[in-house]
């Protein structure tokens, strides 16, 4: 401080670094570096919350693999025991009484069954000495290695089981096809079962296709209709969406009505891509075999018969009723001896390409279409009447049975193809208010032309006539009851209400579990298909939920150019498609006479349901019989028993008892007089009789 030198230290030149970077740190400062790594990954307190969790599962691993051992050698033991002693097969004897019976099977069984054992038993300590003394001791330590990994595996604690508790109850998942009792449980949740009551397995579950398929046998007096009617309950026990639940009455040999079929889809069977129909790749079809119409859930292929029967398709718009309704007709499209009739009251360009094939073509919904409509549709009731006359002048091996045949239809002599009548937008013609005379009485346009294809769809099917009707409005108003009964297949896409689905697939088909308007909005081209005839599905089949192929405007402009090829190449190319589209000049009288028939008087009546199915049913025996039982009424017509008879007992049918004969005795059941039911036809087509004249006046 002062001025003075002090002496000093020498002094170094260098720089200040860090201790050495350890790999751990290498790593850790890499890991929390890493752009893929996500923040939370970083953090170390989760790292070391891993480390803690993972050391903990080590330090506890002895003692919980020794413990799932120890259980696993009680399951397998219970399990062997339960096998050697045939316990599934003696609890289905005692089930169905029959214990006694099967007593000797029984005891065979079980005597064959350890002799089984004693013998695998046998021959794994053999396998297990030879290769001992081949490769010394290392072997029984892999082999109890192994067995010991097996059962600690097998007896592992699971959610539910006996040991751990858990504070909320886990997501349900489809559990039951691994265990039938989850399956009975679920059958008891839905109240199709009481608490007591079981089920008897038919046959076990299996994976059939995308999912799981199993048969079982309600309890005695439980009907497999009820199942199906509560299909919605009975998913949601299964926790699974209704769509993927398929529940299906087996029928026929081998069924009866207390045996159900169940399939589960692993997903919804009806999303992903549209399916391409495979009539792109066939050169030409036979119009008697029938088309190919979609897939069920279960991808099984679903043809659709034309031949001896009709079509209904209804649907709300932009659901995939037009695209339906071309797939139905693809079929004749590709006949060459096939004849088309193509009314589309649209007047769009869906069926703008079936011109160049069609005998009769009509695009729109003027008046002057409606016209034209009404004009084809009596030629062709006139030529049916034809056909009936000259099937009548040929021999019986050429007509055996008064109907049309594949010769027949073929034959260019005869003159008799099969024709198809498709209209699309029938609506519009059915809904024509403008004033008719048929046989001097008053009526509207749209009322004669659905008389005219009344008696298309009743006299027209043996005469070798298909009609084909496809309507965006499907209520009563639009199509009459008397057109409605008679149409055999009907084909419901996504409609508004149960009362719309009834209307397409028949009367209380909601009620049995059948309803389009449960249908999803993203499941375009999904319906209910009610057939008229067998199916891949089976003959016995109410109804199925079918997707439709697909086949847009450009893949169904290439098929009816195909069908022109055809019928050029046959000769029998006629009509419209050769510029004759006029009608033939005819006279009508019989063909007023063939429609008014069966009418009051020459008015158009249109009986409410179920009054028009019981007729329907009867027919000719209405006026034949006294009376008619109600359990016949409701067996044939598929209704609820106490709907029907309170709808009845509305239109003025009051059920009633009476004696009918029983074998040697007679016994009282509750029915209808035939006369009652006959009254109420007359009330109400004099109801209508009056209504129809003040709306003329």
Known sequence: MNGDLVPTEPVLDGELVGEPKTLVRRLGSGWRRAGVVPPKLKSSQLIQWWLKNALRWLVRLPSRFVSGVGRGVVVAARAWRRWVRVRDYREAAEQSEKLADKFVEIRALTLFRWKVTGAVVGAVAAVLLVLHVLYGGIVLWSAAGLVSVVLAM????????????????????????????????????????????????????????????????????????????????????????????????????????????????????????????????????????????????????????????????????????????????????????????????????????????????????????????????????????????????????????????????????????????????????????????VGGKKTTLGAYIADLLTYLVRKGPAAGVVVILATQRPDSNTIPSRLRAVLGSRFALRVMDWRDSNIVLGEQMNTRGYDASTLLPSHKGVGILRPDGETDAGADMIAMTVRTYYMPNAEWRVICARGRALREAAGTLAGHAVGDGAARSIDSTSVVKA????????????????????????????DEREFVPTSELVEALEVEAVTFAREMSELGCKPLRQYVPDGETSRRVRGYLTADIRAAVERVASDEIGSQGGDQA
């Open 154 to 437: 097998v007896g592992r604690r699971k959610d539910g089981s006996p040991g751990r508790k858990a504070v909320l109850g886990g997501p349900r998942t489809l559990a039951w096809t691994m265990d039938s009792q989850l399956l009975v449980d679920a059958f008891r949740d839905a109240k199709l079962i009481g608490k007591d009551e079981t089920l008897r397995l038919v046959e076990r579950a299996a994976r059939v296709g995308e999912g799981w398929a199993v048969t079982v046998d309600l309890p005695a007096t439980r009907k497999a209709a009820d199942v199906i009617k509560h299909r919605d309950a009975l998913a949601s026990a299964l926790a699974v969406d209704e769509v993927q639940l398929i529940v299906e009455r087996v029928r026929g040999r081998g069924g009866h009505a207390g045996r159900v079929a169940l399939w589960v889809a692993d997903e919804d069977p009806y999303a992903g891509s549209p399916l391409r129909t495979p009539l792109l790749d066939v050169e030409r079809w036979d119009a008697w075999r029938p088309v190919p119409f979609g897939r069920d859930a279960r991808n099984r292929r679903v043809d659709l018969p034309l031949v001896w029967t009709s079509l209904l398709v209804g649907a709300i718009p932009r659901q995939g009723k037009t695209f339906a309704t071309r797939l139905a007709a693809t079929g004749l499209v590709l006949d060459p001896y096939a004849r088309l009739y193509v009314f589309d009251g649209k007047g769009g360009k869906d069926w703008e390409a079936a011109e160049q094939i069609a005998y009769r073509y009509v695009c729109g919904d003027e008046l002057e279409h409606a016209y034209a409509v009404r004009d084809h549709l009596v030629e062709l009731v006139a030529e049916v009447q034809a056909r009936y006359a000259r099937m009548a002048t040929l021999d019986d091996e050429i007509c055996p049975e008064s109907k049309i045949t594949p010769a027949i239809s073929r034959d260019a002599d005869l003159g008799m193809p099969i024709t198809g009548v498709v209209i699309d937008e029938v609506q519009v013609f059915l809904e024509n208010a403008t004033h008719e005379q």
């Open 595 to 622: 429609i008014v028939s069966g009418t009051a008087d020459g008015w158009v009546v249109d009986l409410p349901e179920p009054l028009a199915a019981v007729v329907d049913y009867l027919g000719e025996e209405l």
